[in-house]
């Protein structure tokens, strides 16, 4: 059965579903794999909303903003940033 991930943070599937391993700033972490709202999905793995996430690509990053969708199977590489820009 699939498992798939609402914007709630909420899931559907079989309750004993299995995780699979990412990295977050060099760090393996586990979560389930399915698709994510980014912001939901920084959430989830405790990073700071005030951050942003870039997903590691063919060795080059990809900024992920918060309110696109990311799909994790595994194995995935991401990294964490302070926010460029703003007012000083």
């Avoid at 559907?12 to 060099?26: F, K, L, Q, Y």
């Avoid at 799909?71 to 460029?84: L, P, S």
């Amino acid at each position: 059965m699939e498992m798939t991930h609402t914007t709630d943070g909420s899931h559907s599937g079989p309750e004993h579903a299995h995780t699979v391993t990412i990295v977050v700033d060099r760090n393996p972490r586990e979560i389930r794999p399915g698709t994510y709202v980014v912001a939901d999905f920084k959430e989830r793995l405790g990073i700071d909303s005030c951050k942003e996430l870039d997903e590691i690509v063919c060795e080059e990053f990809k900024p992920l903003d918060d309110s696109a969708k990311v799909h994790v199977k595994g194995g995935e590489q991401f990294v964490t940033h302070a926010r460029c820009g703003g007012s000083s």
